[in-house]
């Protein structure tokens, strides 16, 4: 009921993910994908399996072609994002005053960053991370209502982006660890959390029926499409899986994460106490401690997400959605410690919190740094073709990566993370520098990979236009390369 909300602690998460969210409104700059989607005007989500992606967008752009609309959809997201804090917290732990903050790491998560920083997906992805989310609002109800209101949300969170599975997934553990504190029946939890899981499967199923078959048609989809047939696989992805969170995991986030994981402990060993002790049988209480074990586990494999069960891992820190759920089971472990001091335990949240801002107001200025790199590189080779002729100019071929300017590698060093976050416009193949040339008029068209192969590999006997000393560009034959390797062809 809307005379219940606490409208107050909604417009507090609301202030906290607009000024969470300044530093990249400040900074509006296009992110990788969006270079593509303001100068060619395409929406092309259908083709990734995301076809309700595309209906979104063609509403909110009035129809096509794709036109920039930014910051409404980052603003939209963050929205989204912070309200669907508030109702997470209502729905599992409305006792607590400030409960709220328990759950902000959901938006506020480090990985988080990336998909808040498109400025077209921010909206669709968040959109799917709260369909993931809306059956917990059904938990406990009818049978055929929690089934219905799984698969539906799943179908529709998995059209809109296919890494939010983890959020539906992980919110069903968190759910399961509430209501066990909260001493309901384990056997009606486990039948709810079947219930759930059925429905979810029943969603993915259809989804794989309806839509992959039908709109999924881009190499780029069709890359992740394979499943892992061995454990070498698995070990393997979870390798990567280790190495992406140790890259976080440095300095003093490292020291306020043990802090944090040491105070879970404590709430977690209280929630097993308060099992052990509690009124119901023997049989019973083996299965809330099973069920307690069993949802942290698939929490912690939450943070990968289906990717974990793909040949070709995904390892954008995008994908990794499920990790801000974990931060919440860990803070929520913590609210578990005592009924009595669930105030002063709001410290380590706010922390946490501080943390957050620091990572993002760090990526956004390293963001905008990295921009002026990318400005001034597309200024000299712009000049470069005018010097040679626009018309003789036929292709651009990227040799190696451009260096990471100071500011952003200074932020690269504290946390290697940011190094996947960071935007590089000139990267080899992945040159969306040359878009972003486009969009002045100045962009050509980029060889096959195969000939760019070749193209590199004479670029010693091609004539030396210009040594600019972060790069190189070198003509022949209508091909002009743009060399970041530093090599000497003497």
């Known amino acids: 009921m809307l005379s219940k909300i606490n409208h107050k602690a909604i417009y507090s998460l609301w202030i906290i993910g607009f000024l969470y969210i300044l530093p990249l409104l400040i900074t509006n700059s296009p992110y990788y994908d969006d270079l593509g989607r303001t100068v060619y005007g395409y929406f092309s989500w259908g083709i990734d399996g995301r076809p309700l992606s595309d209906l979104i967008f063609k509403f909110l752009d009035l129809g096509s072609p794709a036109t920039d609309i930014a910051p409404l959809p980052q603003i939209l997201a963050i929205i989204i994002m912070s309200t669907l804090c508030y109702f997470i917290h209502a729905q599992l732990n409305p006792e607590h005053r400030l409960g709220w903050l328990v759950f902000t790491p959901i938006f506020l998560s480090p990985f988080f ?33 929690t089934f219905a209101a799984s698969a539906l949300c799943v179908f529709i969170s998995l059209s809109l982006y296919q890494a939010s599975l983890s959020v539906f997934i992980a919110v069903v553990c968190i759910y399961t660890l509430f209501s066990i504190k909260k001493g309901r029946d384990p056997y009606k939890i486990l039948a709810e959390d079947i219930i759930a899981i059925l429905g979810m499967t029943a969603g993915y199923l259809i989804y794989s029926k309806l839509i992959v078959p039908f709109f999924v048609t881009s190499d780029y989809a069709n890359a992740y499409n394979q499943m892992i047939s061995s454990m070498g696989e698995l070990k393997n992805n979870i390798l990567i899986t280790l190495d992406v969170l140790k890259s976080y995991f440095t300095g003093i986030i490292a020291f306020i994460f043990i802090i944090i994981c040491l105070l879970a402990t404590i709430g977690l060993t209280k929630l097993l106490i308060i099992t052990y002790n509690s009124k119901f049988s023997s049989i019973r209480k083996f299965v809330s401690l099973l069920l307690i074990v069993a949802s942290l586990a698939v929490i912690l494999l939450c943070i990968p997400g289906p990717g974990l069960a793909l040949k070709s891992m995904p390892i954008g820190p995008r994908v990794f959605v499920g990790f801000g759920f974990f931060v919440a089971t860990l803070l929520s472990l913590i609210s578990f410690i005592s009924d009595r001091y669930k105030e002063k335990l709001n410290f380590i949240y706010c922390l946490l919190a501080v943390v957050s801002f620091s990572y993002m107001a760090t990526f956004a200025n390293a963001m905008k740094s990295q921009d002026k790199l990318a400005d001034r590189i597309i200024y000299g080779v712009t000049n470069d073709i005018v010097t040679i002729g626009y ?22 060093e504290k946390s290697p993370l940011m190094k996947q976050i960071i935007p590089s416009y000139f990267d080899g193949p992945l040159a969306w520098g040359i878009v972003k040339m486009t969009e002045i008029y100045s962009g050509k068209e980029q060889p096959t990979p195969t000939r760019q192969n070749e193209i590199i590999s004479d670029v010693c006997k091609m004539q030396l236009i210009t040594d600019a000393g972060l790069y190189k560009t070198y003509f022949r034959d209508g091909d002009l390369v743009v060399s970041f390797a530093f090599r000497n062809c003497n």
């Open 113 to 145: 960053i990336q998909n808040l920083a498109f400025r077209f997906d921010s909206l669709t992805m968040s959109l799917s991370v709260a369909t993931a989310s809306f059956p917990l609002f059904f938990m406990g109800k009818e049978k055929v209502i």
């Open 391 to 412: 018309n003789i100019v036929k292709t651009i071929t990227i040799d190696g990566k451009s260096l990471y300017t100071p500011i952003a590698s200074k932020a690269i």
